[in-house]
Nanobody, 115 residues
Framework: QVRLVESGGGLVQAGGSLRLSCAASGTAFRFNAMGWYRQVPGKQREVVAT???????NYTDSVKGRFTISRDGAENTVYLQMNRLKPEDTAVYYCNARFTVATYWGQGTQVTVSS
């Protein structure tokens, strides 16, 4: 059974940094793409950043220049380096991974940015 486990969330002051990690277990294949999404109460989950198996990256406009996604393909691990955090970045961050038509989610990690 594929399992994604996030870590690295927490409380930080505005302008600070956090690094999220997501490690996969229970799989012998390499994901086609991995990414990070976030959700705040009452709103839909939104994509933050994605990275393909070829390391092509995409970011939502609000995090461009501040967040960096990377992955260790051999280990099916994905990271999100978040710099210059803003209070509006506060959310539960979810790891996402795709292989062919299957999609997998982590349990989420809380990121809180205080002003």
């Amino acid at each position: 059974q594929v399992r994604l486990v996030e870590s690295g969330g927490g409380l930080v002051q505005a302008g600070g940094s956090l690094r999220l990690s997501c490690a996969a277990s229970g799989t012998a294949f390499r994901f086609n793409a991995m990414g990070w999404y976030r959700q705040v109460p009452g709103k839909q989950r939104e994509v933050v950043a994605t990275i393909s198996s070829g390391s092509s990256t995409n970011y939502t406009d609000s995090v461009k220049g501040r967040f960096t996604i990377s992955r260790d393909g051999a280990e099916n691990t994905v990271y999100l380096q978040m710099n210059r955090l803003k209070p509006e970045d506060t959310a539960v961050y979810y790891c996402n991974a795709r292989f062919t038509v299957a999609t997998y989610w982590g349990q989420g990690t809380q990121v809180t940015v205080s002003s």
